[in-house]
């Protein structure tokens, strides 16, 4: 194990060059939440694009989303540079349908806000709509292979997020409806 006196990093500079790096590959905060609202709004029709930003933002604070984004945009920086050794040059750089390291990652961001996202992340990753469908697009020079599975574990995440906490305001709603009886199983 490393010696915890000798290696520091601000939290916040990873924070900071992770909201850069997600910009600089043509990523905002406003996109992903359009994500989350297409994923949402069947559920809670009166959910705002601004709530949505609000759990994106939640989602992005978390030093393990942090971490899957520098890395996925790292290697797909990589991979158009040509800088990665083959095979695994030529399966980053084209998208290679069996390579599935790029989900794998992007799960590791749906996995911080429960099992709900799961499906949500399939939804998403299958239709590819919105910043997507522009992160999918093949120009034969820009490389998104894991940067759109992660923009959708975003959406993915935030999303479950909004879910769990809807339902524990309809709970505390009707808790509070009914005096705080939750029923014959109260003591």
């Known amino acids: 194990m490393s010696d915890p006196s000798v290696y520091r990093l601000n939290s916040k500079e990873v924070?900071?060059?992770?909201?850069?790096?997600?910009?600089?590959?043509?990523?905002?905060?406003?996109?992903?939440?359009?994500l989350v609202m297409l994923l949402q709004k069947d559920y809670f029709p009166e959910l705002t694009l601004d709530e949505c930003i609000v759990n994106v933002e939640s989602v992005l604070s978390k030093r393990?989303?942090?971490?899957?984004?520098?890395?996925?945009?790292?290697?797909?920086?990589?991979?158009?540079?040509?800088?990665?050794?083959?095979?695994?040059?030529n399966m980053i750089f084209n998208d290679e349908g069996l390579y599935g390291c790029d989900e794998?990652?992007?799960?590791?961001?749906?996995?911080?806000?429960?099992?709900?996202?799961?499906?949500?992340?399939?939804?998403?990753?299958?239709?590819?709509?919105?910043?997507l469908k522009k992160l999918n697009e093949r120009n034969g020079k820009?490389?998104?292979?894991?940067?759109?599975?992660?923009?959708?574990?975003?959406?993915?995440?935030?999303?479950s997020r909004i879910a769990h906490r809807k339902q524990a305001e309809r709970e505390a709603m009707e808790e509070a409806l009914s005096g705080g009886d939750s029923g014959p199983d109260t003591p």
């Open 142 to 159: 820009d490389v998104h292979t894991f940067l759109d599975d992660i923009v959708g574990a975003i959406a993915a995440a935030a999303s």
């Open 64 to 89: 393990e989303v942090q971490n899957a984004i520098l890395t996925g945009i790292q290697l797909d920086m990589l991979a158009e540079e040509g800088k990665l050794l083959p095979p695994l040059q």
């Open 104 to 131: 794998v990652l992007a799960l590791s961001i749906v996995n911080v806000y429960g099992s709900i996202g799961f499906t949500n992340f399939g939804y998403i990753d299958k239709f590819k709509p919105g910043v």
């Open 15 to 34: 924070a900071r060059a992770t909201e850069e790096w997600l910009a600089k590959r043509g990523v905002t905060k406003g996109q992903i939440g359009q």
